[in-house]
């Protein structure tokens, strides 16, 4: 309940405008916007205009009437930076020449762009990998070293019938998660 109440003051400041909001925002939210765009090609300068940029699409969304939102502000404020930016990526792989739009290669364009996604996807299972229980973990990092039931087994103390159980419903546990993360959907949808 804080946290929405938070989120509510907060939006009243940015619809209000009030400075104090407005800075202790961008102080909360900037290190993480940072943290993305600079990993994926950019500059503290596209730090800059984005995160501006998002705080006008925010803005705008507010004030409409019809905004709803099911996460925290700041997962919400996240997802509208890094949609900008990807889409400032793609405009920045045109070069102007002899006032001709020549368009680079489709496929560097593409694999940057699987490159972000598979970043983002390799977090997200990440982060939920580190939410399992330190026992799940790691039964789950025996298999990923390449070791066979049996190994497994031997190390856990488990029989070989339980342990692929166990796998089976780690990795089913470990799912659901990432499937109900609102990042799992954003990841979904082409962009």
């Known amino acids: 309940m804080g946290k929405r109440n938070t989120d509510q003051k907060v939006i009243k400041g940015i619809l209000d405008g009030d400075q104090k909001i407005l800075n202790v925002f961008y102080r909360d939210n900037i290190n993480y916007i940072q943290g993305y765009i600079l990993r994926h090609s950019g500059t503290i300068q596209d730090v800059e205009d984005i995160f501006q940029d998002a705080m006008v699409v925010l803005y705008q969304k507010i004030k409409s009437g019809t905004f709803e939102i099911h996460v925290p502000l700041s997962t919400y404020f996240y997802g509208i930076c890094k949609n900008t930016w990807r889409t400032r990526l793609r405009k920045k ?36 990998f580190q939410k399992l229980s330190t026992s799940n973990r790691s039964l789950m990092l025996l298999y990923f070293e390449g070791k066979s039931v049996k190994e497994i087994s031997k190390i856990t103390g488990y029989t070989p019938g339980y342990t692929r159980k166990k796998k089976f419903d780690v990795k089913k546990e470990l799912l659901t998660m990432i499937e109900q993360d609102p990042m799992f959907q954003e990841l979904r949808i082409p962009a």
């Open 93 to 128: 792989h045109q070069i102007i020449f002899d006032e001709t739009m020549i368009d680079i290669k489709r496929e560097t364009t593409d694999s940057l762009m699987n490159s972000i996604e598979n970043d983002e996807r390799e977090h997200l299972y990440r982060k939920h």
